[in-house]
Nanobody, 122 residues
Framework: QVVVVESGGGSVQAGGSLRLSCEVS????????VGWFRQTPGKEREGVAM????????HYDNSVKGRFTISQDRDKGTTYLQMNSLKPEDTALYYC???????????????WGQGTQVTVSP
C-alpha cells in the first residue's frame, strides 16, 4: 500500500519561508507524479505544484510561480516544496499526493497524505 507523509508546516510572518517535505513509499511503479495541493475552509482544494519523478519538468499554479519551488530526492523518495516570499493568502492546509501522471490538477486514484498546516501572518 502506498504511503504518503507530509511534514514541515508551521507559522511564519509574511515574506518568510518554509519548506514542506513529502515522503512517498511503496508506489508500484518507478516513476510517478507528486503534487502539492492546498485547501482553506469553505474553498475547493487547489493545485500548487507538481513534478514527475522522471525527467519531465515541474508545473506550478500561477499564484505561486517565482515564489515556490518543487524538487525531489529520488533516493529518499521525497519531494520538497520550498516556499519563499510567503503571503497571508498562502495560509492553508497543504496536502501531498502521489499519482500516475502530471496531467491534471484533479488527479483520480491519487494517494494522499494527511496534510500539514501553513499559516502566514501579516
Amino acid at each position: 500500500q502506498v504511503v504518503v507523509v507530509e511534514s514541515g508546516g508551521g507559522s511564519v510572518q509574511a515574506g518568510g519561508s518554509l519548506r514542506l517535505s513529502c515522503e512517498v513509499s511503496r508506489y508500484p511503479v518507478l516513476n510517478y507524479c507528486v503534487g502539492w495541493f492546498r485547501q482553506t475552509p469553505g474553498k475547493e482544494r487547489e493545485g500548487v505544484a507538481m513534478k514527475y519523478t522522471g525527467a519531465i519538468g515541474p508545473h506550478y499554479d500561477n499564484s505561486v510561480k517565482g515564489r515556490f519551488t518543487i524538487s525531489q530526492d529520488r533516493d529518499k523518495g521525497t519531494t520538497y516544496l520550498q516556499m519563499n516570499s510567503l503571503k497571508p493568502e498562502d495560509t492553508a492546509l497543504y496536502y501531498c499526493a502521489a499519482f500516475d501522471a502530471c496531467t491534471t490538477w484533479s488527479p483520480v486514484n491519487a494517494h494522499w497524505g494527511q496534510g500539514t498546516q501553513v499559516t502566514v501572518s501579516p
